[in-house]
């Protein structure tokens, strides 16, 4: 709104003073420039003849547009108005303010984005077991992963403050059970996305299992750049951190379109 606002009072910068009144004759319209100015010689107007159609199309651009701003400002004055004072998390203190006692009896309609995510976390599953003599990767939560690669993916989740939880089963119709590399949430939107790495394009066989599970995927209605964010490497290429950092930041950025 306040980008329209701007735009239209630059619009009404170029454009001449005054306003359109416009009457008929018969089924005709008749247009009439009116003027504090000339209001003395033309009390209606001083008539728009059609070769001079283009002042009555830019005196009507005017009318129209001074309503609009009218009508953004009044808006915008009301919405400052309700921003002072509304207060989003308001709601979440109804809870926070009981005693742990009273807390354990009750179940929140709510919950707050802190309070959320720590449930999400707090989720208890079995992912995936390591093969006896795989090296052992650890990321800087402790958790141990499969590659230097996904410890990177991590390690740059948590600090761009990213809930993940690390190969957590999913289940998908006509296969079974998977386990993506990542689980992600957006915490605003409260949604989750999926987050696959695949670490060695460059092997025939991987590439092809690789392409087999983003299908599978796709069959299950879960798409890369919807709800499947996918990063990649090959011997020669390695994961692209700064590329990665991107791809997070406009899916925080977009509001999780990814899981729309």
């Given at each position: 709104m306040e980008?329209?606002?701007?735009?239209?009072?630059?619009?009404?910068?170029?454009?001449?003073?005054?306003?359109l009144r416009i009457a008929h004759k018969g089924n005709v319209p008749q247009?009439?420039?009116?003027?504090r100015e000339s209001r003395a010689q033309y009390p209606s107007g001083r008539y728009?003849?059609?070769?001079?159609?283009?002042l009555a199309e830019r005196l009507a651009q005017r009318d129209y547009n001074l309503q609009v701003q009218r009508v953004l400002k009044?808006?915008?004055?009301?919405?400052?108005?309700?921003?002072?004072?509304?207060?989003?998390?308001?709601?979440?203190?109804?809870?926070?303010?009981?005693?742990?006692?009273?807390?354990?009896?009750?179940?929140?309609c709510v919950l707050s984005d802190e309070d959320y995510v720590q449930a999400w976390m707090d989720v208890t599953y079995e992912g995936k077991t390591f093969?006896?003599?795989?090296p052992e990767i650890y990321t800087e939560r402790g958790e141990r992963v499969r590659s230097k690669s996904e410890k990177i993916i991590a390690d740059k989740l948590n600090l761009l403050g990213v809930p993940y939880r690390y190969e957590y089963p999913?289940?998908?119709?006509?296969?079974?059970?998977?386990?993506?590399?990542?689980?992600?949430?957006?915490i605003r939107t409260r949604q989750e996305c999926y987050l696959e790495h695949l670490g060695m394009m460059d092997n025939q066989e991987y590439c092809n299992k690789a392409l087999r599970k983003i299908e599978l995927y796709e069959h299950n209605g879960i798409f890369p750049g919807k709800q499947l964010l996918l990063?990649?490497?090959?011997?020669?290429?390695?994961?692209?951190?700064?590329?990665?950092e991107k791809l997070i930041l406009d899916w925080l950025n977009t509001g999780s379109s990814a899981n729309s």
């Amino acid at each position: 709104m306040e980008a329209l606002l701007v735009q239209v009072e630059r619009d009404l910068q170029n454009v001449p003073e005054g306003h359109l009144r416009i009457a008929h004759k018969g089924n005709v319209p008749q247009f009439y420039y009116c003027t504090r100015e000339s209001r003395a010689q033309y009390p209606s107007g001083r008539y728009i003849s059609k070769e001079n159609r283009d002042l009555a199309e830019r005196l009507a651009q005017r009318d129209y547009n001074l309503q609009v701003q009218r009508v953004l400002k009044e808006q915008l004055h009301l919405l400052a108005t309700l921003q002072d004072k509304f207060d989003s998390k308001k709601i979440f203190s109804c809870y926070d303010q009981l005693s742990d006692a009273r807390k354990k009896l009750v179940t929140p309609c709510v919950l707050s984005d802190e309070d959320y995510v720590q449930a999400w976390m707090d989720v208890t599953y079995e992912g995936k077991t390591f093969a006896e003599g795989a090296p052992e990767i650890y990321t800087e939560r402790g958790e141990r992963v499969r590659s230097k690669s996904e410890k990177i993916i991590a390690d740059k989740l948590n600090l761009l403050g990213v809930p993940y939880r690390y190969e957590y089963p999913l289940y998908l119709k006509g296969y079974g059970t998977v386990y993506p590399d990542f689980t992600i949430l957006h915490i605003r939107t409260r949604q989750e996305c999926y987050l696959e790495h695949l670490g060695m394009m460059d092997n025939q066989e991987y590439c092809n299992k690789a392409l087999r599970k983003i299908e599978l995927y796709e069959h299950n209605g879960i798409f890369p750049g919807k709800q499947l964010l996918l990063t990649h490497e090959t011997s020669a290429y390695p994961l692209n951190t700064k590329i990665f950092e991107k791809l997070i930041l406009d899916w925080l950025n977009t509001g999780s379109s990814a899981n729309s």
